[in-house]
């Protein structure tokens, strides 16, 4: 029911940062656990981070870890991912996805959410 749009991706130099933002319409993203995926060139697509409803819970993959940050802005119906310290191995189209949730957990595999953006290409040049 909810639709998500990310916000046009960039190309950045390696040590740059960018923020991305994911902007829900059709529902209310306070309702909704809340994760960026992404997928690179000849790979699978892949977990990044992810945000509880509430913003309470964080968890980051690993090769993320410490460089980027999920955040949530319930009243704006918008989540962002703060990506510093970009390295050229970031490069890959980003999606944002959300899943109904009545707790406030987070969630790490795709298969558990319903719903999904169209995607955002970050690239970045060494």
């Known amino acids: 029911q909810v639709q998500l749009v990310e916000s046009v991706g960039g190309l950045v130099q390696a040590g740059g940062s960018l923020r991305l933002s994911c902007a829900a319409s059709?529902?209310?993203?306070?309702?909704?656990?809340m994760g960026w995926f992404r997928q690179a060139p000849g790979k699978e697509r892949e977990f990044v981070a992810a945000?509880?409803?509430?913003?309470?819970?964080?968890y980051y993959a690993d090769s993320v870890k410490g460089r980027f940050t999920i955040s949530r802005d319930n009243a704006k119906n918008t989540v962002y991912l703060q990506a510093n310290s970009l390295k050229p191995e970031d490069t890959a189209v980003y999606y944002c996805?959300?899943?109904?949730?009545?707790?406030?957990?987070?969630?790490?595999?795709?298969?558990?959410?319903?719903?999904w953006g169209q995607g955002t290409q970050v690239t970045v040049s060494s």
């Open positions: 996805a959300a899943v109904d949730a009545s707790g406030t957990y987070y969630y790490r595999r795709s298969w558990e959410y319903d719903y």
């Open positions: 059709g529902g209310t993203v306070s309702r909704y656990a």
């Open positions: 945000i509880g409803k509430n913003g309470a819970n964080t």
